[in-house]
């Protein structure tokens, strides 16, 4: 057999080695990218959590605006109910005011009405919505009965 000189084996070994060395560095780097994948991917997912809950606050941003703008829009026809309102009550206290005028005034009107019919002989009649005052002498208050 032919004798393989010694510079050769040592030149294969020396490569051998280095190869080795090589491979180990790699399978050191293969765990090192291999970790940094599985923390990219836990951040990946912290992530996707996040614009998850940012997706469903914003959803919820849009209801709430919805709900304001309905509450508003409910605000102001309430406020719109309430000066219609508040002016009908003015006007009905105008209207109280003169009818308690009238009425202050009712026994002095029927005074003067008697004592037309009494002086006048003429049928006087006096009629209000308001005070559902109707006079006119005996005799055709027995007509119109009848």
């Known amino acids: 057999m032919d004798s393989v000189p ?17 491979i180990i560095e790699l399978e ?13 991917d836990e951040e990946l997912q ?7 809950t940012i997706e469903e606050r914003e959803k919820e941003l849009t209801d709430l605006r ?10 102001k026809r309430l406020v719109l109910d309430l ?9 009905l206290k105008e209207k109280a005011r003169h009818f308690d005028c009238i009425l202050s005034s009712r026994a002095a009107l029927e ?3 008697e004592t ?17 005052v109707s006079v006119g002498t005996e005799q055709e208050k027995e007509e119109d009965e009848t």
């Open 46 to 52: 912290k992530l996707r959590t996040v614009v998850g």
């Open 116 to 132: 037309l019919q009494l002086y006048g002989g003429d049928k006087v009649e006096a009629n209000s919505e308001d005070s559902g």
């Open 6 to 22: 010694k510079v050769h084996v040592k030149e294969a070994n020396d490569h051998l080695q280095r190869m080795f060395s090589r």
């Open 28 to 40: 050191e780097l293969g765990k090192q990218q291999a970790s940094e994948i599985v923390s990219k």
């Open 83 to 91: 000066k219609e309102r508040e002016a009908a009550a003015v006007a």
């Open 111 to 113: 005074r003067i009405v």
């Open 66 to 75: 919805e709900k304001l703008a309905s509450s508003e829009a409910t605000v």
